[in-house]
């Protein structure tokens, strides 16, 4: 085979894993292995991408040839002094597509503090690229979606231009594939944020037409934080958000520690479901669903936010899937059951407790039976019968 035919052999390669999705680690490993079969002897490759997350701001995945790739996240609000000041960040900012710098050169300048570290290392030559995306974000430098990588080799001449000339455009193919992935990635991130990761997932596995439901069991909880439309109209919106925040904090932590997923916020309020699985006892969910109120009551105490929170547990069908207009759709659930669990959480303020348990659902528990007392069958308001109610105690 020609020098050609490699090259095209390693695009092919980058086409066949972009299609297939592999992993970041494996694309970026195998990029940088195939890369040394043609004899560019890299040591050290470097791969920056921004994440669209509520959580994680941006990924960065290192590979070295003695030690594999391994990846690193960084949250929103953290940026190490390092890489505010380093290359990648400088090209991301001023959109430079291409930096290069011989490690070995005395006349190295001092502009970059990583230059004198990977030259300690051992390094001799360096080149870094900048490929975006033309997708607009807010919470980077330079305000793009893209990819920043950078290539180092501890060979004694270094690179040589013919291979910084065959690289760019290996890279570039790289890049897209990269960019395959983030869309995947990011598509998973912004509707598990949004719908949740169930609801999410099966969206993006084909459930988007509208009226398309599915009837499961599932135990629901509805809180709601007692007393807020007068805290909101009281406070000033950075104070009213800040304690909505934190207490979202408390009970949403407490839910999907237990194996919940919330499905909706509601002004001051969260509807979460556990999903009943056909292979294990209802009861498992029944109180796992409990310790998550109770923990969520706890991490609300020990939070010392202002705001009290009401806690209503029941079980039944659900339908849950599309329902809203041909355009515009929300996942959720609807039913009887979700009716009656709202309801039911209205009721925490005339019965002076803080969790309330249907019938039903006491039902399921035998671990948490000595929390329970009755509190008598109860009207739902706007609802035809009566429930019989249960409060929680936090401790037997």
Not at 114 to 134: C, I, P, R
Not at 302 to 321: E, N, R, W
Request: net charge negative; aromatic share 6%; glycine share 8%.
């Amino acid at each position: 085979m020609t020098r050609a035919d490699d090259v095209i052999t390693l695009h092919t390669w980058l086409v066949e894993a972009a299609l297939s999705g592999l992993p970041l680690k494996e694309l970026v490993a195998g990029f940088c292995e195939r890369l040394n079969e043609l004899g560019f002897d890299l040591a050290r490759a470097v791969i920056a991408t921004a994440a669209l997350d509520p959580t994680i701001r941006a990924h960065s995945l290192t590979w070295e040839r003695d030690d594999g790739a391994y990846l690193a996240s960084f949250p929103h609000g953290e940026s190490s002094l390092a890489w505010r000041q380093g290359p990648l960040a400088q090209m991301a900012r001023n959109r430079i597509g291409t930096m290069r710098q011989r490690l070995t050169d005395p006349a190295m300048t001092n502009e970059y503090a990583l230059f004198a570290e990977l030259k300690e290392m051992g390094l001799t030559d360096w080149v870094a690229y900048a490929h975006l995306f033309q997708w607009n974000v807010q919470h980077i430098e330079g305000g793009e979606m893209g990819v920043l990588s950078s290539w180092a080799t501890m060979h004694e001449a270094g690179f040589s231009d013919t291979q910084v000339d065959e690289l760019r455009p290996l890279v570039r193919a790289l890049a897209a594939a990269i960019k395959s992935l983030t869309v995947v990635e990011s598509a998973c991130n912004v509707l598990s944020a949004y719908v949740g990761k169930d609801a999410g997932l099966r969206v993006l596995r084909g459930a988007i037409t509208r009226g398309s439901v599915q009837n499961v069991r599932a135990v629901l909880m509805f809180a709601d934080l007692r007393g807020f439309t007068r805290y909101s109209a009281e406070q000033p919106i950075d104070v009213t958000l800040a304690t909505l925040n934190n207490s979202f904090d408390c009970v949403g932590d407490a839910i999907e520690a237990q194996g919940g997923q919330i499905l909706k916020f509601m002004g001051d309020g969260v509807l979460a479901v556990f999903m009943l699985d056909e292979g294990q006892p209802d009861s498992v969910m029944a109180d796992l669903a409990i310790d998550a109120a109770l923990d969520a009551q706890a991490r609300l105490a020990a939070s010392d936010l202002p705001l009290a929170l009401d806690i209503a547990i029941h079980v039944g069908t659900v339908h849950y899937g599309n329902i809203g207009t041909s355009r515009r759709l929300d996942f959720t659930v609807i039913g009887q059951a979700v009716n009656e669990v709202a309801r039911l959480e209205s009721l925490c303020g005339a019965l002076g407790e803080s969790i309330l348990v249907s019938g039903e659902l006491a039902a399921l528990t035998a671990k948490n039976a000595v929390r329970l007392k009755s509190l008598g069958s109860q009207t739902l308001r706007g609802l035809t019968g009566k429930m019989e109610v249960f409060g929680l105690s936090p401790s037997p």
